[in-house]
């Protein structure tokens, strides 16, 4: 979907391990989004804090926290990302349910497909419908 370059939808994606989060940076461009890929939620955090974001995309396991913990320090602050998806190798019924109940628009479990990443950000651009790309900074 073309858009103006104004309402490019900005994702920022946090996961250690480089490969990875290259890839998810790669596929994400290629399909027209903006991505910046940092390797532990204190960097995402400072990312977050620097600049607008309408998407992050953090992995379960990370160095400093977990994806888990990394969710509430965004909920702390709404304005920083709305909408989160989780990927994870480790999904659960329970880790699903405590996701949702934090508000992460979806758990992605590893390994996934990029049609599959892509259907998840797409339906998280969607169901925020406006106010995906209206948040200034």
């Known amino acids: 979907m073309w858009r103006p370059m104004a309402d490019l939808i900005r994702i920022l994606i946090v996961d250690d391990e480089p490969s990875v989060a290259d890839a998810l940076r ?3 461009e290629e399909n027209g989004y903006e991505a910046v890929a940092v390797g532990s939620a204190k960097q995402g955090i400072e990312e977050l804090y620097g600049q607008r974001f309408d998407i992050t995309i953090t992995d379960l396991r990370l160095p400093d926290t977990s994806g888990l913990d990394f969710v ?3 909920r702390e602050n709404e304005s ?3 909408t989160i998806i989780l990927i994870t190798a480790y999904r659960t019924p329970q880790l699903v349910a405590e ?3 934090l508000g992460v628009a979806e758990v992605l ?3 996934f497909s990029p049609s599959a990443l892509l259907r998840a950000v797409t339906s998280a651009v969607s169901a925020e419908g ?3 790309g209206s948040k200034g900074n």
Do not use: H, N
């Open 72 to 74: 509430r320090q965004i």
């Open 80 to 82: 920083l990302c709305s």
């Open 109 to 111: 479990p590893k390994p």
């Open 99 to 101: 996701a949702m109940s």
């Open 130 to 132: 406006q106010s995906v």
């Open 26 to 28: 790669l596929i994400l």
